[in-house]
């Protein structure tokens, strides 16, 4: 038992030198809010231990509720879909008017989660409205034009288009299982800007599709310096108090008083991150004010011609949105990882939205099966 012990403290001992060799301190944050947590990795509910800024809420303006709100039943092939995966949300809305909304595991039309990936489209739409202020020219202006500091070699050439498609031919590795690896320390670490100013150019710009979370980084720095607003101040004037969210939202940053981490988490909840997909459905306006111009709005959730990593034509994103055919119907999405969902489907004029602590198997299509489940669902309960 001694020898046994004595190994185990020489291994932690090698482990912390590592770490501190290697400069990743930001590991024993990962650590903390992990493994010590009783979690194998990130979680919809561990914003908590995270420093945030705030986006101020404005004047509620509260969604309609249908004449027969929760009177459909949800489909008996979904229900196991729910429970292996824990969802916490599942919200229906037709014509601005919500249907059907189920919450589980103690949470609620006012709880918090966090958003994850959804927030790229938040961060995308920004720099729509930023055009449409006259902040930043059109997206076809240089990402240099906005941080002189990124301005070296290849990046020059680097494009605000290039990034809202992902096609930054930057040398990122998006990988959610490294825990030593960029994405981790984006979630974890201390200096956002440092670890995205790093970055370079290695491949042509606006050819090949990789999703990279350091693209939705940079377009809030890019944000930021057109504006002179953090993206957490920007979005509340923008976004948050135009379209009447109930709640404030919490913006995890890096450090207090810090960076957002414009590739992730707003934390907020389901009825308030469906506003966005009402937004989209009516072209960019908003109960009679144009926050986002139409013709934004359609690039946005238009497929773009890009090749996957294989030579493929097979990439179904636009600007910080996915896209998808389902029934026949087109779709668009918001998508955030362990299957954070807002929903838009033009011709049923309905918003799903699903929140949860975990997704399903990743198709060839680059969607995952539980979200064609949830669609499925929906279609089913409201033909």
């Known amino acids: 038992m001694k020898k046994i012990l004595k190994y185990l403290l020489v291994l932690f001992v090698l482990l912390n030198l590592l770490i501190i060799i290697s400069g990743k301190s930001w590991m024993y944050k990962a650590i903390s809010v992990t493994y010590l947590k009783g979690h194998p990795s990130s979680y919809i509910s561990d914003f908590v231990h995270f420093p945030t800024n705030t986006i101020e809420a404005g004047t509620h303006q509260k969604w309609a509720i249908a004449d027969n709100y929760n009177n459909a039943e949800l489909p008996d092939f979904i229900k196991p879909v729910n429970d292996s995966l824990e969802t916490v949300a599942f919200m229906v809305i037709i014509n601005d008017s919500i249907q059907y909304e189920r919450y589980w595991h103690g949470y609620s039309a006012d709880t918090m989660s966090n958003s994850f990936s959804m927030a790229k489209s938040f961060v995308g739409s920004l720099i729509g409205v930023a055009i449409k202020d006259g902040k930043i020219k059109s997206i076809d202006q240089k990402v240099c034009d906005f941080l002189p500091d990124f301005c070296e070699g290849g990046n020059a050439e680097l494009t605000i288009k290039n990034l809202l498609t992902m096609s930054s031919g930057l040398n990122w590795t998006e990988d959610y299982y490294n825990p030593i690896g960029q994405t981790a320390e984006a979630y974890y670490g201390g ?25 939705t980084q940079i377009l809030t720095f890019v944000v930021e310096s057109a504006t002179g607003q953090t993206i957490s101040e920007y979005a509340s004037e923008k976004l948050w108090k135009p379209m009447g969210a109930k709640h404030p939202a919490l913006w995890n940053t890096d450090v207090a008083g810090g960076d957002e981490k414009g590739f992730c988490c707003i934390n907020s909840n389901a009825r308030d991150f469906a506003r966005l997909g009402k937004l ?24 773009e011609d890009l090749l996957d990593e294989k030579g493929n034509k097979n990439v179904n994103y636009g600007f910080q949105f996915w896209i998808a055919e389902r029934q026949g119907l087109y779709i668009y999405y918001a998508r955030g ?21 975990n997704y399903g198997n990743l198709l060839d299509d680059m969607n995952h099966d539980d979200f064609y489940a949830f669609i499925d669902a929906a279609l089913e309960m409201y033909p």
């Open 280 to 303: 989209y459905m009516h072209q960019g306006n908003w109960n009679g004010v144009q926050i986002l111009d139409s013709s934004y709005v359609k690039d946005a959730t238009s497929i």
């Open 191 to 215: 200096d956002l800007k440092g670890l995205m100013m790093n970055l370079k150019v290695v491949e042509a710009p606006g050819k090949v599709f990789k999703y990279h979370s350091s693209c």
């Open 337 to 357: 990882l362990w299957g954070q969902y807002v929903i838009c489907i033009p011709e049923k004029n309905m918003i799903i939205v699903r929140l949860g602590r």
